[in-house]
């Protein structure tokens, strides 16, 4: 039996995937010791993360060949503008994270090469590789989270971004993102392999750049 289409791509982004899903970042948040410096650095970049992750997600809205598809995007897109961004401005709050600095930070490499990728991904118009993008962020995201042993830390910031990534209608997305990848992606499977590879490189930087001062 030959792989769903979504688990070659992931076989062939290692050894990145594995070294995200088990990244420090990841061991840390588990037992809810993340220094709060790093979760301020962290999350102030991935802010502006979500930012062009929605700006794709509205792209595959536009590009999608089904209604299904469209509505189900479209729904999700509700969440991550809703109940994430919440989170982002209640943990600012708490990591005494102001404006200022939301603003006033650069942005480090990873982020300014995700934007740029999500970018480029939007621009060739082609739902399935809006998807491979889509998939990376949210599978690899999934799959960290999943990895998390009870119980959650007591620091809300660390909890919540667990359970964000790892609960019944994040999974439920998950599984229809790449049950769309596998149906619409082999027809463009070398540009989607690359924008895949591409993604899971920098969601490997993305968290080594936590650490980096
Ligand atoms: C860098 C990064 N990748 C994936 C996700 C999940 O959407 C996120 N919030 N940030």
Redesign the pocket.
């Known amino acids: 039996m030959s792989p769903r289409f979504t688990d070659a791509l992931r076989e062939a982004s290692e050894p990145d995937w594995t070294a995200s899903v088990e990244h420090r970042f990841v061991r840390e948040i588990a037992a809810g010791s993340v220094a709060p410096a790093v979760m301020a650095t962290y999350l102030v970049q991935?802010h502006r993360?979500?930012d062009s992750?929605l700006a794709l997600l509205g792209a595959a809205v536009a590009s999608a060949d089904t209604f299904e598809a469209r509505l189900r995007l479209a729904r999700f897109a509700g969440t991550i503008a809703g109940e994430e961004n919440t989170y982002f401005l209640r943990a600012f709050e708490a990591l005494g994270v102001d404006v200022e600095r939301r603003i006033d930070e650069p942005d480090k490499a990873p982020t300014t090469g995700?934007q740029s990728l999500m970018r480029e991904a939007a621009a060739t118009r082609s739902y399935p590789s809006a998807l491979a993008v889509l998939v990376v962020?949210?599978w690899?995201?999934l799959e960290w989270a999943r990895r998390c042993p009870e119980p959650l830390p007591p620091d809300f910031v660390q909890a919540e971004w667990i359970t964000l990534?790892d609960n019944p209608d994040f999974r439920d997305v998950v599984a229809f993102l790449r049950a769309e990848l596998d149906r619409t992606g082999p027809a463009e499977a070398e540009r989607v392999s690359d924008f895949f590879r591409r993604a899971v490189r920098?969601?490997r930087a993305?968290f080594d750049a936590a650490y980096e001062a």
């Open positions: 991935d993360f979500v992750f995700f962020a949210e690899l995201y990534h920098l969601e993305f």
